[in-house]
């Protein structure tokens, strides 16, 4: 497989969420999604219990069924902000001056994700449902599989594809266990992920403050 020639630094930093350079008319061969799955699941998880699965979706009829539960989980967010006001303020911090900008991509990967050559689902294993154990259990939780799931994306990226990472779904995650045969009670879902070949790799760093002012020493 030939790799893009980036550095480790390049690589990070231009690791961004790709949704409108996604190339919808490239296809992507199942072996490059095995070859980074190998590498992702080298990260580390909780007691090396490896708890977890991994849903690649190539078949056109099932992207299109999970397109349109992706559809709805934005309008199931969309109602569960008009009916709890201030919800988007208290999810804002004030510090991202491409709202708008980003709202138009993220838009665009919704109209167009039944075109994406492939999407993953992660799934980690919690029994019982991850929403009624303590926070403890649900950091060690998620500390187990975004590891995997990131290094899976830095994998893409080295190869020429990209990725974003979606929950939008999670709204309707129940329906999409029932689409995927994914055993709900047992089960969490981490999100949806596009994978496709980016048209161009120039991608620039993202927008972000300076280390100084979010580090903070000894305390807040």
Known sequence: MELLDLSIDEVLTTTRNVRKRL???????????????????????????????????????????????????????????DTHAGARESRDTGRNERQLEIGESVMHLIDHLHEVPVLLVPCVRTVPRLEHQSSFFQA???????????????????????SAWTTLQLWQERETAELLGIPYDEYTQVGLFPIAYTIGTDFEPAQRLPAEQVLHWNGF
């Open 140 to 162: 060690s939780v998620w500390g187990s599989v975004i590891q995997a799931v990131w290094s899976f994306m830095l994998a893409l990226r080295a190869r020429g594809l990209g």
């Open 23 to 81: 190339d919808l008319t490239r296809p992507v061969d199942r072996s490059v999604v095995v070859e980074c799955l190998e590498l992702a699941l080298q990260a580390p998880n909780g007691s090396n219990n490896q708890g977890w699965e991994w849903i690649a979706i190539d078949d056109p009829g099932v992207r299109a069924q999970l397109a349109e539960l992706h559809r709805e989980g934005l309008r199931r967010m969309i109602e569960f902000g």
